[in-house]
């Protein structure tokens, strides 16, 4: 079975573009969670959906925000990029929103330049 | 939300049993407590997870102490491709309303595997 896949692998970009990355859950899962890892940290909480709603959000600014499409897969969206915004985005899966078991893609990772 | 503590690095040889230590003092009486590992580059890895019992699956052993404020993961025969960053959380299913769980991750140990 696949795993839990993001797209692209790696984006660059410049301060105050925008950026759309992408989730694609294992299949069967309802939850999606997105995480920020800045190297040489853990990763850091950002958003959690399941069935389509937003059922957490981390500590970041507006100009993070995500949606869940019927599918059940994902999009992050960050406006008006940062340098600070340099990252490993990494999106999760799970059966339900209640379950403690998160499965995780790859990552995309982002360079702000 | 409850946090843990954990040695910042670890070293161990291949073939012999690794303990990862784990310390969670403020733990409440609904906490999970779970392990995490990050391969490089890799996203993390879901180990195993555990309430009060001690818990086995074909990764490791989770071994709780009675009193919940510490625990121990035990790989019980290191190979190279264990080298990675474990990362002891804890979660409550409660946390950001009903449905919701996220996972808060610290720096984890980062474990060597010694040929």
């Known amino acids: 079975d696949a795993g839990v896949t993001q797209s692209p692998t790696h984006l660059i970009k410049t301060r105050g573009q925008h950026v759309t990355l992408r989730c694609s859950p294992i299949?069967?899962?309802?939850?999606v969670s997105w995480y920020q890892q800045v190297l040489g940290q853990g990763p850091q909480f950002i958003f959690q959906y399941y069935e389509k709603e937003e059922r957490g959000r981390g500590n970041f600014p507006d100009r993070f925000s995500a949606r869940q499409f019927p599918n059940y897969s994902s999009e992050l969206n960050v406006n008006a990029l940062l340098l600070g915004d340099s990252a490993l985005y990494l999106c999760?899966?799970?059966?339900?929103?209640?379950?403690?078991?998160?499965?995780f893609g790859p990552g995309t990772r982002l360079l702000v330049l | 939300d409850a946090k843990t503590t954990q040695p910042n690095s670890m070293e161990s040889n291949e073939e012999e049993p690794v303990h990862l230590p784990c310390n969670h003092s403020?733990?409440?009486?609904?906490?999970?407590i779970h392990w995490y590992r990050q391969l490089p580059s890799q996203g993390p890895e879901y180990v195993i997870h555990g309430l009060t019992s001690n818990v086995n699956n074909r990764m490791a052993s989770l071994a709780i102490a009675e009193d919940r404020k510490s625990s121990t993961l035990i790989l019980h025969r290191a190979t190279l491709r264990d080298a990675a960053v474990y990362y002891c959380i804890l979660s409550n299913p409660s946390y950001s309303g009903a449905g919701s769980y996220q996972l808060t991750f610290g720096k984890g140990t980062k474990l060597s595997v010694i040929p």
């Open positions: 403020t733990i409440s009486g609904t906490d999970y």
């Open positions: 299949s069967g899962h309802k939850s």
């Open positions: 999760a899966s799970s059966l339900a929103g209640g379950d403690r078991t998160q499965y």
